[in-house]
């Protein structure tokens, strides 16, 4: 759980006035957002957590997923290393929406859904044996 927890929190002294706050919150969701475009968990080869916790405060983050600029571009955001740079959940999800409104996403194959037709299919032939 290490990997999802802000800098600040990891380094009281940096800034010592920040708890637990909405902008510690949305570094966690840019975590979140990476795992989903990665397919994987957070630092999930870095076994000692002390270790991660002091990279994490000088300011190494997982590699970016090419593909979505968008989307990439978001997470970095919510990833700032000042928690006052951070968007807030409003504008987080006005990105979101734009992201989803616009003509970035991949079409589907219209022969992919005919597959998962046909596995139903499958299933159901299958299930009546």
């Known amino acids: 759980m290490i990997s999802f927890l802000a800098p ?3 380094n009281q002294n940096k800034f010592d006035n920040i ?4 902008k510690t919150d949305i570094y966690s969701l840019g975590m979140i957002f990476w ?15 002390i270790e991660l916790a002091i990279k994490v405060v000088h300011g ?6 090419y593909g979505t600029p968008e989307y990439r571009n978001l997470y970095i955001e919510c990833w700032d290393a000042n928690p006052y740079k951070r968007p807030d959940i409003e504008n987080v999800h006005k990105m979101l929406e734009k992201i989803m409104n616009s003509n970035i996403l991949p079409e589907v194959d219209a022969s992919a859904i005919n597959s998962e037709d046909d596995n139903d299919n499958n299933v159901e032939q299958i299930k009546s044996i």
């Open 8 to 10: 600040e929190l990891l």
């Open 35 to 49: 795992e989903l475009s990665s397919g994987r968990p957070p630092f999930e080869n870095q076994s000692n957590k």
């Open 19 to 22: 708890q637990y706050c909405k």
């Open 60 to 65: 190494s983050r997982e590699n970016t997923i």
